[in-house]
């Protein structure tokens, strides 16, 4: 335990010796670790944006004016009986047309040829979703059958898969993403740059300490390991400090970010709070071994025992 | 205690530190080996705490061979060679006691028995009275009495003086000679290297000669021949 706790020392008189040359690192891993924190929060952001853009395709299904409220209640929920389909919605003719006049209550002259008709021109309309995106081929096939169609109930279908839409938001998701990841990298090896050229430093500065150390019989792992551990020091303070300045952020941005995403899926403060642990433990563990690795290159090169 | 068998010592491409040494240094003596700049004296030294391997022979420490000691092994055999060179090697941004105390903390030495050697081993040098002292509070005879009592608290069976009165005047030099026969009475095995032809005659002691790599003289009670 007094070995444990000698090496411990050792290391904090390591840090104090070389303090800015320790600043220095810990603001660089910090840097690393905010690209982190980057990243994630675009996955969030962009998986909440994907969800949005799914949940605005649909196949509509408009009905002849002449079909009753009775007929497009039945067709719903024979079309709710398809493989795959998520939901079935009906909107009455009368919510129809009253969708109709909100819509258009600014245009007079559409208002008033709709009035000049005294009659309701609209049909009910069912909105089908699939359970995924690959289902809607499938269900739209299943409305093309020809008994519906011999029914007459069905006056025409829509189908606006936005698939267009969704590949070219999967491009920018895969840009942006792959940006923030470059970001990431950088900042890590720059991370481990850093570190090896601190350690190599305290080496350099501890030299006569080194010197009598091997001379009156240190092991190997005492003179050592220290200078490792350093490493994971450097680790611990970046990430708690990237941890401190992140999260307050992100509460602070949250209820902006929710209200121009529409969904509480884009909450990246709620993301935060349900994988905490999780993510401390992944920044840590990644910037530690690559923190432990860098400095154990430049104690093999430059530390001879 | 000390064998050298053949000893031969090459750095390439072409320099020759040590050829062919031999000889025994039994438990309990003086031993001062002399020569000039260049004859090999600190590599036989370097060479019997593991800093330096032979290129051929054997070197047999206490029983032990270490010709091809491992790494890992080298610290067990420090802890039982204590060393004390000319520029004292001492640590002047901790006191005398934290000096000294230094040699036991970094081998995994409890506190407790820490606190009880180095108290000890400090009067035994004559500086238990300055404890709280840093190294450039000292005279030059001082610090490497510090050196040497850091030598000790391994209580070896081997202790190698490398030059240890070469930045001390006429008068501290003394005090280390008397000190350093005084440890020698205790039992301790010592190797003093020197080219001060005052220590090594006052000590009257074994003195192995070295020239240009070889042994050219090992006398009993020697004296400073070149």
Same mark, same amino acid.
């Given at each position: 335990?007094?070995?444990?706790?000698?090496?411990?020392?050792?290391?904090?008189?390591?840090?104090?010796?070389?303090?800015?040359?320790?600043?220095?690192?810990?603001?660089?891993?910090?840097?690393?670790?905010?690209?982190?924190?980057?990243?994630?929060?675009?996955?969030?952001?962009?998986?909440?944006?994907?969800?949005?853009?799914?949940?605005?395709?649909?196949?509509?299904? %408009?009905?002849?004016?002449? #079909?009753?409220?009775?007929?497009?209640?039945?067709?719903?929920?024979?079309?709710?009986?398809?493989?795959?389909?998520?939901?079935?919605?009906?909107?009455?003719?009368?919510?129809? %047309?009253?969708?109709?006049?909100?819509?258009?209550?600014?245009?007079?002259?559409?208002?008033?040829?709709?009035?000049?008709? *005294?009659?309701?021109?609209?049909?009910?309309?069912?909105?089908?979703?699939? =359970?995924?995106? +690959?289902?809607?081929?499938?269900?739209?096939?299943?409305?093309?059958?020809? #008994?519906?169609?011999?029914?007459?109930?069905?006056?025409?279908?829509?189908? =606006?898969?936005?698939? =267009?839409?969704?590949?070219?938001?999967?491009?920018?998701?895969?840009?942006?993403?792959?940006?923030?990841?470059?970001?990431?990298?950088?900042?890590?090896?720059?991370?481990?740059?850093?570190? %090896?050229?601190?350690?190599?430093?305290?080496?350099?500065?501890?030299?006569?300490?080194? +010197?009598?150390?091997?001379?009156?019989?240190?092991? *190997? /792992?005492?003179?050592?390991?220290?200078?490792?551990?350093?490493?994971?020091?450097?680790?611990?303070?970046?990430?708690?400090?990237?941890?401190?300045?992140?999260?307050?952020?992100?509460?602070?941005? =949250?209820?902006?970010?929710? *209200?121009?995403?529409?969904?509480?899926?884009?909450?990246?403060?709620?993301? %935060?709070?349900?994988?905490?642990?999780?993510?401390?433990?992944?920044?840590? /563990?990644?910037?530690?071994?690559?923190?432990? /690795?860098?400095?154990?290159?430049?104690? +093999?090169?430059?530390?001879?025992? | 205690?000390?064998?050298?068998?053949? &000893?031969?010592?090459?750095?390439?491409?072409?320099?020759?530190?040590? $050829?062919?040494?031999?000889?025994?240094?039994?438990?309990?003596?003086?031993?001062?080996?002399?020569?000039?700049?260049? $004859?090999?004296?600190?590599?036989?030294?370097?060479?019997?705490?593991?800093?330096?391997?032979?290129?051929?022979?054997?070197?047999?420490?206490?029983?032990?061979?270490?010709?091809?000691?491992?790494?890992?092994?080298?610290?067990?055999?420090?802890?039982?060679?204590?060393?004390?060179?000319?520029?004292?090697?001492?640590?002047?941004?901790?006191?005398?006691?934290?000096? &000294?105390?230094?040699?036991?903390? &970094?081998?995994?030495?409890?506190?407790?028995?820490?606190?009880?050697?180095?108290?000890?081993?400090?009067?035994?040098?004559?500086?238990?009275?300055?404890?709280?002292?840093?190294?450039?509070?000292?005279?030059?005879?001082?610090?490497?009495?510090?050196?040497?009592?850091?030598?000790?608290?391994?209580?070896?069976?081997?202790?190698?003086?490398?030059?240890? $009165?070469?930045?001390?005047?006429?008068?501290?030099?003394?005090?280390?000679?008397?000190?350093?026969?005084?440890?020698?009475?205790?039992?301790?095995?010592?190797?003093?290297?020197?080219?001060?032809?005052?220590?090594?005659?006052?000590?009257?002691?074994?003195?192995?000669?070295?020239?240009?790599?070889?042994?050219?003289?090992?006398?009993?009670?020697?004296?400073?021949?070149?």
């Amino acid at each position: 335990m007094s070995k444990l706790l000698r090496i411990l020392t050792s290391t904090a008189v390591h840090f104090r010796r070389n303090l800015w040359l320790s600043i220095i690192t810990i603001v660089i891993m910090g840097f690393a670790s905010f690209a982190g924190h980057l990243l994630i929060a675009t996955r969030v952001l962009t998986t909440a944006a994907a969800e949005l853009l799914t949940q605005k395709v649909d196949i509509t299904l %408009y009905l002849s004016p002449q #079909t009753s409220n009775e007929t497009a209640a039945q067709l719903q929920k024979k079309i709710q009986r398809f493989p795959n389909v998520a939901s079935v919605q009906v909107e009455s003719a009368d919510q129809v %047309y009253a969708t109709f006049l909100k819509r258009y209550e600014k245009e007079n002259d559409t208002i008033k040829a709709l009035r000049a008709i *005294n009659t309701n021109p609209f049909g009910s309309v069912i909105r089908v979703r699939g =359970d995924t995106i +690959g289902d809607y081929s499938k269900i739209f096939e299943e409305l093309n059958d020809p #008994t519906l169609a011999a029914e007459g109930v069905i006056a025409r279908k829509s189908f =606006d898969d936005r698939s =267009d839409l969704l590949e070219r938001f999967s491009h920018v998701e895969r840009s942006i993403r792959w940006t923030v990841e470059g970001v990431l990298a950088f900042f890590l090896f720059l991370s481990l740059i850093v570190v %090896y050229n601190t350690i190599r430093m305290a080496i350099f500065s501890q030299r006569d300490e080194i +010197g009598i150390m091997k001379l009156v019989g240190a092991t *190997n /792992g005492f003179i050592r390991l220290p200078f490792v551990i350093e490493g994971v020091v450097y680790t611990v303070i970046a990430v708690g400090l990237s941890f401190a300045l992140w999260i307050p952020f992100v509460r602070w941005i =949250d209820p902006g970010v929710v *209200n121009l995403f529409t969904t509480s899926h884009a909450s990246i403060a709620d993301f %935060y709070s349900a994988n905490m642990l999780t993510l401390v433990l992944i920044q840590t /563990g990644t910037l530690a071994i690559a923190s432990m /690795g860098s400095a154990g290159l430049a104690v +093999g090169r430059y530390l001879k025992v | 205690m000390i064998e050298f068998h053949n &000893v031969s010592k090459l750095y390439p491409p072409d320099i020759t530190a040590l $050829t062919s040494v031999n000889g025994v240094i039994e438990h309990g003596e003086f031993v001062s080996i002399v020569g000039r700049s260049g $004859t090999g004296k600190t590599t036989l030294i370097k060479m019997l705490i593991a800093e330096e391997r032979p290129t051929a022979g054997r070197i047999v420490v206490g029983g032990w061979d270490i010709t091809h000691i491992k790494a890992h092994e080298k610290p067990v055999l420090r802890r039982q060679i204590g060393m004390v060179f000319q520029d004292f090697k001492l640590l002047n941004k901790k006191t005398v006691f934290e000096n &000294v105390a230094f040699a036991l903390e &970094v081998c995994g030495a409890p506190s407790d028995h820490i606190k009880t050697i180095v108290p000890q081993v400090l009067k035994i040098v004559g500086l238990d009275n300055k404890i709280d002292r840093f190294p450039l509070q000292l005279s030059g005879g001082e610090q490497q009495r510090v050196a040497i009592a850091r030598a000790l608290v391994h209580a070896p069976k081997i202790l190698i003086a490398d030059e240890p $009165t070469g930045n001390l005047d006429a008068i501290h030099a003394q005090e280390i000679t008397d000190l350093l026969i005084k440890i020698n009475q205790f039992g301790t095995t010592l190797v003093l290297v020197t080219h001060n032809r005052e220590v090594v005659n006052r000590i009257r002691q074994r003195v192995i000669t070295l020239d240009h790599g070889t042994i050219i003289s090992d006398q009993k009670n020697g004296k400073y021949i070149l």
